[in-house]
């Protein structure tokens, strides 16, 4: 890759990073958090402020990458940090669920995933913009693994609405990176493929799907599993890290041979698929062991062997499926089926808590995990990427 390339790979990383920070810091505390807010009793509205960005920003994805062709990439994302700050603010002066409900729609509004993948894509030539995409899908993995360490240390030092005012300042700092260290990307020329034409994909469809899945389960997970630490493995908030840092770094360790072997032996069908069984037996593990600390703890673990992989491998297989000309239109609408599935996870995992209980949100999120395993047993197999002239980004 050229300097240019690097820097505005690594640099349109961490603008990704950011925003996945102001949803991923959350995630550890906010449940027990909201028991202090006059109205934070209340599970079902808990969980919809959890979710709430992922709804705003499923509204956003597309418009906003149709905006980035027309007006400009750098534009639209400015634009989106704007709003990402503004949320922020918003968020941490609120002293209810509710206005912390509002503060994240604001944030969540600021959809420029698809802006800055496809910025990503202008800025990078072909055979080099696998690795750029990896960069970006490598910084997510890290925003999250930090943000469930950091999240409880700052909860405790800052509160909630420090945290909501750290992220509202990087995102401010973010927007000059945006416009004096991204390079400027030359004109690419590009063929217009209607939307239906990515709609219709049969093959794109079973990756939406999943992607679905996926943050649908995540967001629903910590709906219940902080109080469940809490309260089965008697460890206090601010002593999750102890549990997330570990299983965090080896997870990340114990799911590269997986891919490096699907990858070089033409395997990743089998791969994607283990992982998503996987991915059903944590469910079920979380439905029968829940209030086992140990079994809690290696579920955890189980869980994001799985997740992991399938976070790095999906967004590349839509970038080899989709049209050549049509790639942003595929991302902009796998990033919106993305942030769908957060926003049901925290609607439907607070919902089922406060109405049934606790097991049922995993009951749930396995028996769609389920029907994506079906899904993807029928899907072509995966070709073997042997050279990286041939990957179509």
Same mark, same amino acid.
């Given at each position: 890759?050229?300097?240019?390339?690097?820097?505005?790979?690594?640099?349109?990383?961490?603008?990704?990073?950011?925003?996945?920070?102001?949803?991923?810091?959350?995630?550890?505390?906010?449940?027990?958090?909201?028991?202090?807010?006059?109205?934070?009793?209340?599970?079902?509205?808990?969980?919809?402020?959890?979710?709430?960005?992922?709804?705003?920003?499923?509204?956003?994805?597309?418009?906003f990458g149709i905006a980035s062709d027309k007006f400009g990439r750098k534009r639209i994302i400015v634009i989106g940090l704007l709003l990402f700050a503004a949320g922020a603010f918003v968020a941490a002066m609120a002293t209810t669920v509710m206005g912390v409900l509002i503060g994240r729609a604001i944030q969540g509004a600021g959809a420029i995933s698809a802006a800055i993948t496809a910025l990503i894509a202008d800025s990078t030539r072909e055979e080099h913009r696998t690795k750029a995409m990896a960069m970006v899908g490598g910084s997510i993995g890290l925003t999250f693994a930090l943000s469930l360490v950091a999240a409880p240390l700052l909860y405790q030092?800052?509160?909630?609405?420090?945290?909501?005012?750290?992220?509202?300042?990087?995102?401010?700092?973010?927007?000059?990176?945006?416009?004096?260290?991204?390079?400027?990307?030359?004109?690419?020329?590009?063929?217009?493929?209607?939307?239906?034409?990515?709609?219709?994909?049969?093959?794109?469809?079973?990756?939406?799907?999943?992607?679905?899945?996926?943050?649908?389960?995540?967001?629903?997970?910590?709906?219940?599993?902080?109080?469940?630490?809490?309260?089965?493995?008697?460890?206090?908030?601010?002593?999750?890290?102890?549990?997330?840092?570990?299983?965090?770094?080896?997870?990340?360790?114990?799911?590269?041979?997986?891919?490096?072997?699907?990858?070089?032996?033409?395997?990743?069908?089998?791969?994607?698929?283990?992982?998503?069984?996987?991915?059903?037996?944590?469910?079920?593990?979380?439905?029968?062991?829940?209030?086992?600390?140990?079994?809690?703890?290696?579920?955890?673990?189980?869980?994001?062997?799985?997740?992991?992989?399938?976070?790095?491998?999906?967004?590349? @297989?839509?970038?080899? !499926? #989709?049209?050549?000309?049509?790639?942003? /239109?595929?991302?902009?609408?796998?990033? +919106?089926? *993305? %942030?769908?599935?957060?926003?049901?996870?925290?609607?439907?995992?607070?919902?089922?808590?406060?109405?049934?209980?606790?097991?049922?949100?995993?009951?749930?999120?396995?028996?769609?995990?389920? @029907?994506?395993?079906? !899904? #993807?047993?029928?899907?072509?197999?995966? /070709?073997?990427?042997?050279?990286?002239? +041939?990957? *179509? %980004?």
């Amino acid at each position: 890759m050229s300097r240019d390339e690097i820097r505005s790979a690594t640099s349109l990383a961490s603008i990704f990073a950011l925003r996945m920070l102001g949803l991923f810091l959350i995630l550890p505390v906010f449940a027990i958090h909201a028991k202090t807010l006059p109205d934070g009793d209340n599970s079902m509205l808990v969980g919809l402020a959890m979710g709430i960005y992922g709804l705003s920003q499923a509204f956003g994805q597309i418009p906003f990458g149709i905006a980035s062709d027309k007006f400009g990439r750098k534009r639209i994302i400015v634009i989106g940090l704007l709003l990402f700050a503004a949320g922020a603010f918003v968020a941490a002066m609120a002293t209810t669920v509710m206005g912390v409900l509002i503060g994240r729609a604001i944030q969540g509004a600021g959809a420029i995933s698809a802006a800055i993948t496809a910025l990503i894509a202008d800025s990078t030539r072909e055979e080099h913009r696998t690795k750029a995409m990896a960069m970006v899908g490598g910084s997510i993995g890290l925003t999250f693994a930090l943000s469930l360490v950091a999240a409880p240390l700052l909860y405790q030092r800052i509160g909630m609405q420090g945290i909501f005012g750290l992220t509202a300042v990087l995102s401010l700092m973010a927007i000059a990176v945006v416009l004096y260290v991204t390079p400027e990307a030359p004109a690419v020329p590009h063929e217009p493929v209607p939307l239906s034409v990515v709609l219709k994909n049969r093959e794109l469809m079973r990756l939406n799907y999943g992607v679905f899945v996926l943050h649908l389960s995540q967001m629903a997970m910590f709906v219940v599993v902080p109080s469940a630490l809490v309260q089965f493995a008697d460890l206090p908030v601010v002593s999750h890290w102890k549990v997330y840092l570990p299983i965090m770094f080896v997870s990340f360790i114990a799911m590269l041979p997986a891919i490096f072997v699907g990858e070089k032996y033409g395997k990743m069908k089998q791969v994607f698929v283990g992982a998503i069984a996987l991915l059903l037996l944590v469910q079920l593990g979380f439905w029968q062991f829940l209030q086992q600390p140990w079994a809690l703890i290696a579920l955890l673990f189980a869980f994001f062997v799985a997740f992991n992989i399938l976070e790095a491998s999906q967004p590349s @297989l839509v970038s080899r !499926i #989709a049209p050549p000309s049509a790639k942003g /239109a595929a991302l902009g609408v796998y990033n +919106t089926l *993305q %942030a769908i599935g957060l926003f049901c996870g925290g609607a439907i995992g607070g919902w089922l808590k406060q109405h049934m209980d606790a097991s049922s949100v995993f009951i749930v999120s396995a028996i769609m995990t389920m @029907l994506w395993l079906i !899904i #993807a047993v029928n899907m072509p197999a995966i /070709a073997k990427r042997s050279k990286p002239a +041939t990957v *179509q %980004a």
